[in-house]
Structure formats: structure tokens, C-alpha cells
């Protein structure tokens, strides 16, 4: 990859955290929670890392505005008070995101999560210091937008090909994809290397020490 690379944007469900099964039970439990059709764990994994609108748009057509507010409080009361599944880092994150910044790369975050979220993950993991920036889903528009980057490099003062996009779902590689970021895809979340492959990433991982070599 280049070596003008300068930032390094990490998504955050099931790349750097691996919280995809507590994603799906929780939203699988709303769901039930408020009458509704109970979509499928295929199906509200493909929806990880967009923002909850479009998602209940996706998972629940034509649902009214009361049965969202319903849907969103019980994936939240879902999403906190259940330790299971549980949502570890991914191995070795803390230690890639120690030796990025040795290297004097900038890191950034853009995830679907609302800013209340990822502060409690920042909060949990005590990663939040290695982060210079981060851009979340009520600050933007939802991936595969790629209005979450562009605010980061506008903050940043950096062009798109100064910067890489990591990231485990075709929504990360989508965002990047549309303004040519490079992007690097990671299996161990949503998608497979099939999935992530169509969007031409720099690269394909299957864990994230590998994102050091791979830079």
C-alpha cells in the first residue's frame, strides 16, 4: 500500500469489537419484544454498521412511528442489560492500534453506532485515546454513505487517498469505494472474502494483526 497512507478509519461492530452476535440477538429480541416478524440472523446481519432508520426501513417495512420508538427501546434495554453474547475486542486490537500510532499514523473511527454507544465502548475498552476522531450514525448520514469520511478528512484536512478504510461489512468498502479510499476488508465480522472482494479493496484480512503487514 502507499506509504503516503496518513489516517487510518476503523468501523467498530465486527472489526475492532465483536459484538455482531449481541447485534443480532438484541434485535431479534426487539423484534419479538414488539410483535413483530422476527427477521432471521442472516438477515440482521446484513444490516450491521448502517444507522437504525434505515435499518428498521429494511428489517420492518411500513412500521409506524410509534412501533419504531418501541423497537428501538427494547434492542437498547436488549443491547445493555444482557451480557450474552458477549462483545470482546478482537484479539491483538489494542496492540495493532498501539503499533499504528508508534508508526505515527492517525486513527479515526466511523461507525453505525449513535455517539451515546461508542462513548460506552470507549468508556469499556479504554481504547478512546489511540482514536484522534470518530464519526458516528447521529452525526451523518448512514453507510453506505460516504459522508462519515468525508467529514473525517475535511476535520483532518487530509484527501481520500491519504487515508485507508478497515472495515468488516460491504457497507464500509461501499462508503470508501465512493469517494476511492482505499479499503481494506476484514472476515471476521459480517461478510466473507466473496462479499468484500466486489468493492476492490487494497486488501483482505482475517484477523487485525494482519492489518499491520498489510499497510
Not at 85 to 91: G, K, S
Not at 112 to 131: D, I, Q, S, V
Request: proline residues 6%; glycine residues 6%; negative net charge.
Amino acid at each position: 500500500m502507499s506509504s503516503d497512507i496518513a489516517l487510518v478509519v476503523f468501523d467498530w461492530d465486527g472489526t475492532v469489537m465483536d459484538s455482531v452476535g449481541r447485534i443480532v440477538s438484541s434485535m431479534r429480541c426487539a423484534a419479538e419484544l414488539s410483535g413483530l416478524v422476527v427477521p432471521t440472523e442472516h438477515q440482521v446481519k446484513q444490516i450491521i454498521g448502517l444507522s437504525l432508520d434505515p435499518v428498521f426501513d429494511i428489517l420492518f417495512p411500513g412500521i409506524n412511528a410509534t412501533q419504531r420508538q418501541m423497537v428501538f427501546e427494547h434492542y437498547r434495554d436488549q443491547y445493555l442489560s444482557h451480557e450474552h453474547p458477549p462483545t470482546p475486542l478482537f484479539e491483538g486490537a489494542e496492540q495493532v492500534m498501539q503499533e499504528l500510532k508508534q508508526q505515527g499514523l492517525i486513527l479515526a473511527v466511523a461507525t453505525g453506532k449513535a455517539r451515546k454507544g461508542l462513548k460506552r465502548m470507549f468508556a469499556e475498552t479504554g481504547l478512546e485515546p489511540y482514536f484522534t476522531t470518530s464519526r458516528c450514525a447521529d452525526e451523518a448520514e448512514s453507510k453506505p454513505s460516504p459522508d462519515m469520511l468525508k467529514q473525517i478528512l475535511t476535520e483532518l484536512n487530509l484527501p481520500a487517498h491519504r487515508a485507508v478504510m478497515v472495515g468488516d461489512t460491504i457497507h464500509d468498502m461501499a462508503m470508501a469505494q465512493a469517494i476511492e479510499m482505499p479499503r481494506i476488508g476484514v472476515t471476521h465480522g459480517v461478510h466473507g472474502r466473496e462479499e468484500l472482494s466486489r468493492y476492490q479493496p487494497k486488501a483482505i484480512i482475517d484477523s487485525l494483526p494482519e492489518l499491520l503487514t498489510a499497510l
